[in-house]
């Protein structure tokens, strides 16, 4: 058994266990109360599940097992000459709950490397479809397709032992992750350089070498890539594309099919596809305004009339957060530090400082302020990556350190299958009318 492996499940029957007990003296315990308004508004707040990988703070942000952003940009072990966290270390962290040393994240970085070949028919498959077909639905087709390769659902068709799940699965997850960046660099290079693909560089770790495979050499740009693979990579559990992939994963879908539910979650403009929603919406600003440097009365203006337009102002907003997002903030850092005098990043600085009054005076607007999807355009059209359409599959190769660390928290605890209840609007109404009468 691998050292990871082991550590995992050494850890998970300890925790498992503790749960046991937990449940034997208190299961009846009531935690929270459910308002009408949250099951007609989103469920929003409501505890319903066990998520190990990260918890959200309305006002601190995320936190990755107690640790935030910036404590993490310290204690993450980092690529040779570079400061940037590698996403090998937090995706340890996520799954263990120790920060890794660094010749653990080199041991880590060696598997995905031996993991990950992808099979010809994956790239085939990808191929059927139309280069115009959206890259998020290129990703998940990808995905989906690899599914006849899962661990999980060979073994389970061999008969396999509840009690092995959590091993099955985590070779789904780290077979999985291995090859994510492979498929997704094959997406970018098809879409948008006819097909001009790069060989991988095996001596390169996960996110350089994706860097490297999508034909952006610049060695700033690989540090940005390890920071934007580590900092999307979860958000706690409830967010949609969490929800969805631990979802699935409940009815014992297997890995694969389990993140391309998720992957289609985040494939939303309301969640992960805002990112390319910010810049699409900062190229149009400054196409009307024939200028690629607007003042901050322009942008004021525009903002305005995009909201008169009945639209939302992407990147702005949460269903959670309700301060300026840490993810933001750290790509602010990043933005400060490598890219200083860039007409596009000074343009989102400049939304930052005239959006949350306007979205404040609406008066709705629960959080004005600033989140993940705000920032991360400004810095890939920085380094050439204009083709927007790509970039929520930069989130979603993230997105899988997250939720399958936590598919195998749930294989390995053996949480149930998912099924809350639901009611109608006549059945609501009636049990109002009993409860007021
Ligand atoms: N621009 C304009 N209006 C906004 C807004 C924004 N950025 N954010 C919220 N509002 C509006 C809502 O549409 C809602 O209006 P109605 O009552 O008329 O329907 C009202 O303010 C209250 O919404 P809320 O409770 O503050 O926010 P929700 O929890 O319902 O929604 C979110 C959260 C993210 C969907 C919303 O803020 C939004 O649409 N933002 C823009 C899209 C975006 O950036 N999404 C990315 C989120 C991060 C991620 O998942 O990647």
Not at 74 to 95: H, I, Q, R, S, Y
Not at 195 to 217: K, Q, V
Not at 259 to 275: E, K, R, S
Not at 312 to 322: D, F, K, Q, S
């Amino acid at each position: 058994m691998d050292q990871l492996k082991e550590k995992f499940i050494a850890k998970a029957t300890a925790l498992g266990q503790e749960v046991k007990d937990l449940l034997k003296d208190h299961s009846d315990t009531q935690v929270d109360t459910v308002d009408l308004s949250q099951i007609f508004g989103g469920m929003r707040g409501i505890k319903a599940m066990v998520w190990e990988p990260s918890a959200l703070d309305p006002q601190e942000g995320i936190r990755f097992r107690g640790y935030s952003i910036p404590e993490l940009s310290k204690l993450l072990p980092t690529a040779e000459g570079d400061d940037e966290p590698l996403p090998e270390g937090l995706f340890w962290l996520m799954l263990v709950g120790e920060i890794p040393t660094s010749e653990e994240v080199r041991w880590l970085t060696d598997q995905w490397t031996r993991r990950s070949n992808v099979p010809a028919y994956v790239f085939k498959t990808i191929d059927a479809l139309s280069v115009d077909a959206h890259p998020m639905t290129q990703l998940s087709t990808a995905v989906m397709a690899m599914q006849q390769t899962s661990v999980f659902a060979r073994r389970y068709a061999e008969g396999m032992n509840r009690n092995e799940y959590w091993d099955a699965t985590y070779e789904d997850t780290m077979n999985l992750i291995a090859r994510l960046p492979r498929v997704a660099a094959y997406i970018y290079r098809r879409t948008y350089f006819e097909g001009d693909h790069i060989a991988p560089d095996i001596s390169l770790d996960w996110a350089g070498n994706f860097a490297h495979m999508l034909g952006i050499n610049k060695p700033d740009f690989r540090s940005l890539m390890r920071l934007y693979l580590t900092i999307h990579a979860d958000h706690e559990g409830g967010n949609a594309s969490a929800h969805t992939t631990h979802l699935i994963g409940s009815t014992l879908s297997d890995a694969y099919l389990s993140l391309a539910g998720g992957l289609n979650a985040l494939a939303g403009p309301l969640h992960g596809l805002a990112n390319q929603e910010v810049i699409k919406w900062v190229f149009k600003m400054n196409d009307a305004l024939g200028t690629t440097a607007p003042t901050e009365k322009q942008i004021e203006d525009y903002v305005k009339s995009t909201l008169s337009a009945g639209k939302v102002i992407p990147g702005y907003g949460h269903a959670v957060l309700r301060k300026p997002d840490p993810r933001f903030i750290a790509q602010m850092e990043f933005a400060k530090k490598y890219t200083p005098n860039s007409e596009i990043v000074e343009t989102i600085w400049k939304v930052f400082k005239v959006v949350p009054p306007i979205l404040e005076s609406l008066g709705k607007v629960k959080n004005p302020w600033p989140n993940v999807d705000a920032h991360s355009g400004a810095l890939l059209v920085h380094y050439g990556m204009d083709q927007y359409s790509f970039y929520t599959v930069l989130f979603g190769v993230s997105r899988a350190l997250g939720v399958l660390s936590a598919l195998c928290w749930s294989r390995a605890l053996s949480l149930p299958l998912e099924r809350p209840k639901s009611v109608t609007i006549e059945w609501v109404q009636e049990f109002v009318q009993n409860k007021n009468s």
